[in-house]
């Protein structure tokens, strides 16, 4: 895969720059992800369920901060850090968060990769829809053993993405579903729209193939929460 022609930092900032109210509607998530509320369901409960006294929470790109709301809802308060390239994603985020918890609320407009964050200091790592914007193997790698070196003993990483399929057919065939369900939400031209921007922005990777890398870094209990077509959610602990 030539990486090259792929979306940089900057024009996924701008893009989600001009894109906050589609990612502020708690009761939706992402329109263009299968079972967004679900996913988003799921993964906060799990994160609260495997760290019920959790106090510090790391929502990595955080979009308009709907994950660490679903999260709030299950404990409270909560020290929250919300990471994400847009800072108008972040100041809604803020905004929003900020009223539901007397915690702290930090945010880092940054990329995972580089920001300098502290090691063992999050109970739960949240990673919603993000991703899939890392490249080759050893970037995947170096993202997810940083998330490991993040985590807090008995702490837990929980994300939901769009992935790709290790078989071609399969993925073929997957694809095509997603096709359909776009069409069912807002017909033929918005469907050409989303496959457009996931042909330039994203680079995703088998949930089976994450899953391994996750225990290859260090995590331990490796468990998929849900999976539909091309989208997933997922999860490990660090022992």
Not at 90 to 104: C, D, F, N, P, V
Not at 172 to 187: A, I
Request: with cysteine; glycine share 6%.
């Amino acid at each position: 895969m030539d990486y090259d022609q792929k979306s940089t930092n900057k024009d996924i900032e701008e893009r989600f720059d001009n894109d906050v109210e589609r990612f502020s509607t708690l009761e939706t998530g992402q329109q263009s992800t299968i079972d967004a509320p679900l996913a988003m369901e799921l993964i906060t409960a799990a994160g609260a369920a495997c760290s019920p006294h959790a106090k510090n929470i790391l929502d990595v790109g955080c979009g308009g901060g709907n994950n660490t709301l679903k999260l709030l809802e299950r404990i409270n308060p909560l020290n929250c850090d919300l990471l994400d390239l847009s800072m108008p994603m972040l100041e809604r985020a803020k905004h929003r968060i900020s009223k539901k918890t007397t915690g702290e609320v930090r945010i880092f407009k940054e990329d995972i990769r580089s920001v300098d964050l502290a090691e063992n200091h999050y109970d739960i790592i949240i990673a919603a829809a993000v991703l899939h914007h890392l490249r080759d193997d050893d970037d995947w790698e170096q993202v997810f053993s940083k998330l490991f070196r993040l985590c807090v003993p008995g702490g837990s990483i929980w994300i939901t993405d769009i992935v790709s399929q290790e078989s071609p057919e399969i993925f073929t065939m997957m694809w095509e579903r997603y096709g359909d369900y776009l069409d069912s939400v807002g017909g033929t031209e918005y469907r050409e729209k989303v496959f457009a921007y996931i042909e330039k922005e994203d680079t995703p990777r088998p949930v089976s193939w994450q899953l391994d890398l996750l225990r290859k870094v260090g995590f331990a209990n490796v468990d998929i929460l849900h999976k539909n077509s091309c989208f997933a959610a997922y999860g490990a602990q660090k022992i």
